[in-house]
């Protein structure tokens, strides 16, 4: 079958050849093409560039965002890969992630071990502590496998202190829809909210003293209470709420 035959195909090139864009009547072939000729200059500043104002207009349109896939990700990688050096592999990073949860664990099964209180109760916070960091991450990674949504690297991010974060292959990330999307961003802020109450939920098979089950719900509400105040903002649940109005506008069509 001839590319152009495809129903989604030839919506796609219609919209490529008649739409245009608001600043001064540039059409999408166009505007991405002086994107990519910005980043070979040497300017790696997407914002500035209007890029994500043009993805805004992409992923509204099911048939441009497949059309577009390839040149959206390969800009995204590019910038991505000039501004942040210090990356490791998904691999590696998976690994690290995994030893983190496997020393919670561990801690664990010191809490449910030892006769010390002191000892259960600080290995118990501890357990819940390094789950609300491993789990994020690999939350995303399996969540995002299972929809589609492939990625390039780990690497450090946010506000101090640094937290390891996963770098979506741009590509994919267009081609899973916004749905698909959506339960990819959810999956990494739920789990991080779920590990305190996972270690809270093993403390009565333990010797850990009071303190340690308040530590947890502390910690558990400080991270839901962090959610509704600056993650709907710019974070997992803002990426959320973005890719549900996506939804909502590819419905609407």
């Known amino acids: 079958m001839r590319t152009d035959d495809h129903p989604r195909a030839s ?6 050849a008649e739409m ?7 059409t999408y072939e166009e505007a991405f093409e002086r994107i990519e000729a910005a980043l070979e200059s040497g300017n790696t500043d997407l914002r500035a560039l209007g890029f994500w104002r043009l993805l805004g207009r992409v992923k509204a349109e099911p048939a441009l ?3 577009w896939a390839e040149v959206a990700g390969r800009i995204d990688r590019r910038a991505f890969e000039s501004r942040v050096r210090l990356r490791v592999p998904v691999w590696a990073g998976n690994l690290l992630l995994l030893l983190g949860t496997i020393a ?37 990674w399996l969540v995002g496998r299972m929809v589609g949504i492939r990625f390039t690297s780990y690497f450090l991010s946010g506000p101090f202190p ?43 098979s333990t010797a850990a003293p009071a303190w340690a089950a308040w530590a947890l719900i502390a910690l558990g509400v400080l ?29 609407n069509r």
């Open 104 to 140: 919670g664990a561990v801690a664990v099964w010191l809490a449910t071990r030892t006769t010390s209180e002191l000892v259960a109760g600080l290995a118990l916070v501890f357990a819940g502590g390094v789950w609300s960091v491993t789990w994020h991450d690999l939350a995303h």
């Open 11 to 16: 919506r796609a090139h219609l919209l490529v």
């Open 162 to 204: 640094p937290r390891p974060g996963l770098k979506t292959r741009y590509e994919t990330y267009l081609r899973a829809g916004p749905i698909a999307r959506v339960w990819m961003h959810a999956s990494g802020a739920v789990a991080t909210k779920l590990a305190p109450f996972v270690a809270l939920a093993l403390w009565p």
């Open 223 to 251: 991270q839901i209470a962090t959610d509704l105040l600056f993650s709907v903002r710019r974070s997992d649940w803002k990426r959320v709420r973005r890719e549900l109005r996506v939804a909502r506008l590819q419905a």
């Open 65 to 67: 965002a497949l059309h």
């Open 20 to 26: 245009t864009l608001p600043q001064g009547a540039e």
